[in-house]
């Protein structure tokens, strides 16, 4: 773990440019844009309710669909996070919240672990969300999660897609705001009976 827990990552191919700029102890403060509206409002409340600084720049071949900006800026926000934590040494390592939204209801539960892994159960009815397709979002935890090296379960119920979208997105942000807070009593050890992750 970096003393402070910041990185900047960048990731450019034919189809998106993306940068991403984290500060894990900073007090949610967030400049996004990434072209795609939606995602902008979901990654602006991830930084509220994680805590997280997060700034976020992407271009992308928006004019075939949305799919690879959204996807490249999962990835590119993971590596940042997996970066901030660096070994992983001296923090909680495991975050838990359940959050509500109206007649939704998230839950979220992540190990920053190293080793990835996602479970999405997000009951979304037909239609899009904010313009895109459900599966896309769902997409979108996935690439996180592999990126960032976390093994995250994330499940959500409701009916309305913009509301369990925001729930999750929420749930994340806290659990993940527990996961990564330094903990003292650690003395700078990783949090695992067998002394490595």
Known sequence: ??????????RQTRETEVTVS?????????????GVGFLDHMLTSLSTHSRFDLEVSAKGDLQVDAHHTVEDVALVLGEALAECLGDRRGIERFGHAVVPMDESLAAATVDCSGRAHASIEIGFAGGDV??????????????????????LH??????????????????????????????????GRPASAKGSL
């Open 22 to 34: 984290l500060d894990l102890d900073g007090g949610g403060l967030s400049t996004v844009s990434t």
């Open 154 to 187: 994330l499940v959500a119920s409701g009916a309305d897609n913009h509301h369990m979208a925001e729930a999750s997105f929420k749930a994340l942000a806290r659990a993940l705001r527990e996961a990564c807070q330094k903990d003292a009593s650690l003395q």
């Open 1 to 10: 773990m970096t003393a402070e827990r910041r990185s900047t990552r960048h």
């Open 130 to 151: 904010g313009g895109l397709p459900p599966s896309l979002l769902e997409h979108f935890f996935e690439a996180l999660a592999r990126s960032g090296e976390l093994t």
